[in-house]
C-alpha cells in the first residue's frame, strides 16, 4: 500500500511527501480544482498576504472564448490618459502600524479615484472587470462547544446524538473592500499612453 498522507510530529501535513518539514501543508504534485473556473483561491475577508510564483499567472485569452476585442471609445481613451496621471505612490496603513517609518512604498493608485475618473467621463466603472468591489456579511461569534457522545438506553435507542466539539469563533463585521485586476488595469492604461503618444507624434509632423 502506498502511504499518501502524513502529518509530522509537529502537526505539518504532507500529501504525497513523508516530509511535511517547514510548511503546515506539502504538496508533492499538482493542486488543482475538481471543476473548471468554479471557485476562488481565497476570500475577499480572507486574503493571502504574499503570493510566491516562478513566473507570472496565467490568464485565460483565447479568441474562441471571447467576443471580438473592441476598440477603446474617445471616453475610455481620456478615462485612460487621466487614471495615468494619478499614478504614485503610497504605503499600507497596518504597514506603517507595525513598521512605522521602515513600511516600503508601493506604486499604484486607489479604486476610488479610478471610480471618479470613469464616472467623470461617462463611464460606468463596475462594468470593467479592472474595477473590483467585494462584500462580505458579518458573521455572528459562537462559543466553543464540548463534544458530547450520543445517550442510549439499555436496548440502545438513541435519547439523546451525539454533540460534536466546536471551537470557539470570534465573529467578523459586515465590510467591503476595493480591488483592480493589475493586469488588466495596465493594459487599459497602455491604450491611453499609445493614444497620447500618437498625437504627439501627429503634432511634430514628419
Known sequence: MREAARFGPDGNLGLGTSTP???????????????????????????????????????????????????????????????????????????????????????????????????????DPFAYGFVCRDAWPAVAPQDAVAGTEAVRDADGTTIAPAVPARAACPGREAGERYGFRTDQLLLFLARGLEARLTALEAAAGP
Open 21 to 123: 518539514a517547514t510548511t503546515r501543508l506539502g504538496v508533492a504534485g499538482i493542486i488543482a480544482h475538481t471543476a473548471d473556473n468554479s471557485w476562488s483561491l481565497g476570500t475577499p475577508a480572507l486574503r493571502a498576504s504574499v503570493l510566491y510564483a516562478g513566473t507570472g499567472a496565467i490568464s485565460t485569452s483565447d479568441a474562441r472564448e471571447k467576443t471580438p476585442v473592441a476598440a477603446l471609445s474617445q471616453a475610455e481613451i481620456a478615462a485612460a490618459r487621466s487614471l495615468a496621471r494619478e499614478i504614485g505612490t503610497f504605503r499600507f496603513h497596518d504597514a506603517v502600524a507595525r513598521k512605522g517609518d521602515g513600511a516600503r512604498r508601493h506604486v499604484g493608485l486607489t479604486v476610488q479615484r479610478a471610480v471618479a475618473i470613469l464616472e467623470a467621463e461617462g463611464l
